[in-house]
């Protein structure tokens, strides 16, 4: 009867691990978050731990590995599931160090941040969800398992904005500065020499100028009589030639005996 009554008790206490590690050290960027209707949208099943990326990934609790792969949104996950009777669950990791069947100890690596799939936030981190074995829909809180829980920091999310085009701005002319002016070149004035006149010298006789001589005046000839031309004589007739006579006939030659 008494043995009974104990496995009753146990049968409604909570399940809880024996004990529990922090898979990677840094802050909790996103809390859990599930409401009455586990189908209603914006819950988060999981908590999201900040880490480094390519840091190693501990096993929070010990059991047998019952998934080691790469899902279409969490990415590389790794499956524990412990003796009490708990799935505990890492996703968005950046390589898996065991593999499905083996079994792993608290705190042994089972693999290293990432992230890998489809990420929430900016910055490297993971996930770990717990949920009851038998109960699709019983996930628990991972913090209240896991020992003296970081501070909760937010974490600024993924948002791609459409790129804005930005317009042409017209390249303004370049223009050229004008020539600065040659610098004109100082004139220096010759100081003017006053004469002193010298004291006891001699009055200077300035000799009066000399008459140019003028050319003597030519002679004036008095003008030759004009000599008027002799008048020219009539023309003379012209002699017509007389006439050449007529051509003699040529004299054969007597022939010679």
């Given at each position: 009867m008494v043995s009974s009554c104990v496995a009753a008790v146990a049968a409604l206490a909570p399940v809880v691990a024996s004990a529990w590690t922090w898979p990677v050290e840094g802050p909790v960027l996103r809390p859990f978050s599930l409401g009455p209707n586990p189908y209603a949208g914006g819950q988060h099943r999981v908590i999201d731990i900040g880490a480094a990326s390519g840091g190693p990934v501990a096993a929070p609790a010990g059991g047998t590995v019952s998934f080691a792969g790469t899902v279409p949104t969490s990415g590389k996950s790794v499956t524990i599931q412990t003796a009490d009777g708990l799935n505990v669950t890492l996703t968005h990791l950046g390589s898996i160090s065991v593999a499905r069947g083996a079994a792993v100890v608290e705190g042994q690596q089972v693999g290293t941040v990432g992230p890998s799939?489809?990420?929430?936030?900016?910055?490297?981190?993971?996930?770990?969800?717990?949920?009851?074995?038998?109960?699709a829909n019983g996930y628990l809180d991972p913090l209240g398992l896991l020992p003296a829980a970081p501070v909760v920091a937010p974490a600024p999310l993924v948002v791609t904005a459409p790129a804005v085009a930005l317009?042409?701005?017209?390249?303004?002319p370049v223009v050229a500065p004008e020539p600065a002016a040659s610098p004109q070149p100082v004139l220096t004035t010759e100081p003017v020499v006053v004469a002193q006149p010298v004291v006891g010298a001699p009055p200077v006789v300035v000799p009066a100028?000399?008459?140019?001589?003028?050319?003597?005046?030519?002679?004036?000839?008095?003008?030759?009589?004009v000599v008027a031309p002799e008048p020219v004589g009539a023309p003379q007739p012209v002699v017509a030639p007389e006439p050449v006579g007529a051509p003699q006939p040529v004299v054969a030659p007597e022939p010679v005996g």
């Open positions: 799939g489809t990420v929430d936030l900016a910055v490297p981190y993971l996930s770990l969800g717990i949920r009851v074995t038998s109960n317009e042409p701005v017209p390249a303004q100028p000399v008459a140019e001589p003028q050319p003597a005046a030519a002679p004036v000839t008095a003008p030759q009589p």
